[in-house]
């Protein structure tokens, strides 16, 4: 009964999807990206050659795909990827790696056959979450191997409540759990699920070979100078809140570097209206008397945090989701965010090990900022805990592939 009331939903929600378009620019990329990948799927020939499919709900789930996928290209093997948001697809679709990007369309069953049969991989793999009911039938029904990579569970989330039978039974198409600690095991184990093993966290692989590429960005350099630097990445305007009187309190020696996790222009004059303190913004050019650089611009982050001497990043502040901690901490960065951690492990294990630190408001965010730029010994103690615990945690791509098989 719930599978017919999910399937009917789920026809309901694709027929009314054309008239969501209105509501916003990306929910009209997330639409007619849907109408053309279907299109895509109808005509392409897909054939003549062994696909691997890769499903990544944004772009957090991609990085995570990466190690994975250069493991797994070869030759032989050409990748398809999927994405639920807009903000994967759009930034990612174009990715050397990627031999076909497609929005996934809606999880219905003809949707779910589509996809399947014009494709025909050899092998799904599903990152971290995002388990679909008729993607995952038509893959059963094909016989075709369905990977979890990286997922993480915890005892409360609803696929294991006793209301959720329906969702618990979609689980049970996997074929095997990828898992990133013990306690996911243990709950996907109590839960009856044997098909698990404990892999780690592909995004620790994806982070650390960032150290081997180049990283310098010439304007940070003429930005930073020779100031301390602080870069407050993936904000949104709830940790604005914590971090604008710190900026404001600053003096002379100390830099900001801030990078937004949605580029918007208004939202970006209000931060800068904000701003006490002399304010550069990316897009009009680089003015190194300013004491603020703001970064109008995708892509950079990763590099920028190379030239941290502290790295806050944001979502944690409030209810949006925690970005990458690993990024800045694999270059030896102290890591600040918010106090909602409790659904990312690895902010727990980074803190345990001494690599980061939880602040709450604007208070606690000023005396611990200025708290670790004045002590350099112990802000170098943290920055080392922190690249210690990532290389600690290397080497889950290569367990994956051990275990795979298709």
Sequence with gaps: ??????NLFSYLFEFIMPFLTVISSKMKLFVVGRIHSKKTLQTANFSNDNWLWFHCASL???EQAVPLIEKLKTDTHKIVVTFFSPSGYEIKKKHH???????????????????????????????????WENYFRALNVQKIPIYMVSSNFRKNQFYFKWYAGFFKNTLKRVTHFFVQ?????QVLRSNGFDN????????????????????ELDFIKQFKQ???????????????????????ESNEKVCFVIAPHE??????KELENKLAVKTSVFSRGIDPLANVLIIDAIGYLTKIYSEADIAYVGGAMGQTGMHNILEPAVFGVPVLVGPNTH???EAKALEKHGGLQIVTDAKSFEKTLFGLLENEQQRLKMGKSAKDFVESQVGATDKIVAEATF
């Excluded at 589509?114 to 793999?125: D, I, N, R």
């Excluded at 020779?226 to 404001?248: H, K, M, Y």
């Design 1 to 6: 009964m719930l599978r017919l009331f999910y």
């Design 181 to 185: 600690n013990q306690m996911s095991e």
């Design 226 to 248: 020779n100031r301390q630097c602080v870069v407050l990445g993936s904000t949104w305007p709830d940790c604005e809140t914590a971090f604008v009187n710190a900026i404001n």
């Design 97 to 131: 790696l990627i031999d076909r990007a497609l929005y996934l369309p809606v999880d219905t069953p003809k949707n779910a056959k589509l996809l399947v049969e014009a494709v025909k991989p050899k092998a799904a793999f599903f990152i971290k979450y995002d388990f």
């Design 196 to 215: 698990v093993s404990i892999s780690g966290d592909t995004r620790f692989d994806r982070v650390y070979a960032q150290l081997s590429m180049d990283n």
């Design 343 to 345: 659904k990312f492990p």
């Design 263 to 268: 580029i918007n222009p208004d939202k970006i």
């Design 60 to 62: 957090g789930e991609f």
